[in-house]
């Protein structure tokens, strides 16, 4: 991605965020100069990987495939007492827009439709190998109730609802088409987003960037080269 894409999103998405009346820690919104000053203050963000995340998993189709991401609290799975015992995100797509189809292997997550369009989501089970079940029918919770759904079939979460995702569970899910821009929030367990991304399809979960101008905010997965 360029970072003038990364630029220009970021801005989509606080003015969405903002539209929402959703708002941001303080250093959703700080410059790289703001960050720098505060370098000493920023051991826990940086390790857990707090704020603003943008990828298209290396596809280079962002308005198709990929997401901006914005991580409010996280904590570490090889420490404790970094953090918090749970995570929680904001993941805000635009109209069609779309994450890969992946499952997590440590991680549960609640995914929340905060506002704005409407969530789509496909899901699967997974084999012992790891490849998608494409046959068998899939559990799940849709605010604490139980379902069956068929493997693939599209499920619909509108404002206000939520799905439950377990680990080993597929899914795909999208903005749908038509409906508008969507905020999504995810409330889980612990997120590693380094070790715990299994993907059908795609594998680089961070994008690689060419530099065409100046940061706006800096990404989570970006501390250690621009701080």
Not at 28 to 38: A, I, K, M
Not at 78 to 103: C, F, M, V, W
Not at 167 to 182: E, T, V
């Amino acid at each position: 991605m360029k970072r003038s894409e990364i630029n220009k999103s970021l801005v989509w998405a606080k003015n969405l965020l903002e539209a929402h009346q959703i708002k941001l820690p303080p250093f959703g919104y700080w410059t790289l100069e703001d960050w720098r000053e505060n370098r000493a203050k920023i051991d826990v963000i940086k390790e857990v990987m707090l704020g603003w995340d943008i990828t298209d998993y290396g596809m280079h189709t962002f308005n198709e495939l990929g997401a901006v991401l914005f991580t409010l609290r996280n904590g570490s799975l090889k420490d404790s007492s970094i953090g918090t015992p749970y995570a929680e995100k904001l993941i805000i797509l635009k109209d069609g827009q779309r994450l890969p189809n992946h499952y997590h292997a440590s991680k549960t997550e609640d995914i929340i439709n905060r506002g704005g369009g409407v969530l789509a989501i496909k899901l699967y089970n997974s084999l012992p190998n790891g490849a998608v079940d494409e046959h068998s029918d899939v559990e799940i919770e849709l605010d604490g109730i139980k379902y069956f759904y068929k493997a693939g079939e599209t499920i619909e979460v509108h404002p206000g609802h939520s799905i439950t995702l377990r680990p080993y569970m597929y899914h795909l899910f999208w903005a749908k088409k038509g409906a508008g821009d969507l905020i999504c929030g995810e409330v889980s367990s612990i997120n590693d987003d380094k070790t715990d991304n299994y993907n059908a399809d795609v594998e680089q979960r961070f994008s690689v960037i060419e530099e065409d101008e100046p940061i706006i905010h800096p990404l989570c997965n970006e501390y250690e080269e621009v701080l």
